[in-house]
C-alpha cells in the first residue's frame, strides 16, 4: 500500500447544489460513533456504500446530490489516480 496524493476541489460544486445538500442533510439524524482517526464522535452518515444506496438513510434529494457530484468528481479522478476503472463506492455526510 502506497500513500496518494489528497486533492480539495472547492469549487467543484455549485453553490445551488451545496445550499441543497445542506437543507437536505439538515433533516438527518447523525450517527455519533466514535470516529476511526481521531476516536471522537463522527456524526455522519453512509447514504451510499459499495455502491449502492442504503435504504431508509436519507432523502432521495440527497442521494441524487451525491450521484451528481460522483459525476462532477469521477472525471478528475480517473485521471489523477491513472484509474479508468475506478467508480464511487461509498458516500457519505458529514
Not at 460544486?13 to 442533510?25: N, R
Not at 447514504?47 to 457530484?69: D, N
Amino acid at each position: 500500500l502506497t500513500s496518494q496524493p489528497f486533492y480539495v476541489m472547492p469549487d467543484i460544486m455549485p453553490a445551488d447544489m451545496v445550499g441543497e445538500a445542506l437543507q437536505e442533510a439538515a433533516d438527518i439524524v447523525m450517527d455519533d460513533h466514535n470516529d476511526e482517526a481521531d476516536w471522537q464522535p463522527a456524526f455522519e452518515i453512509y447514504i451510499i456504500e459499495r455502491g449502492a444506496v442504503l435504504p431508509g438513510v436519507s432523502s432521495p434529494a440527497l442521494v441524487k446530490i451525491s450521484r451528481r457530484l460522483s459525476e462532477l468528481v469521477l472525471p478528475f479522478v480517473r485521471r489523477a489516480y491513472r484509474c479508468e476503472a475506478c467508480v464511487p463506492c461509498t458516500s457519505f455526510v458529514r
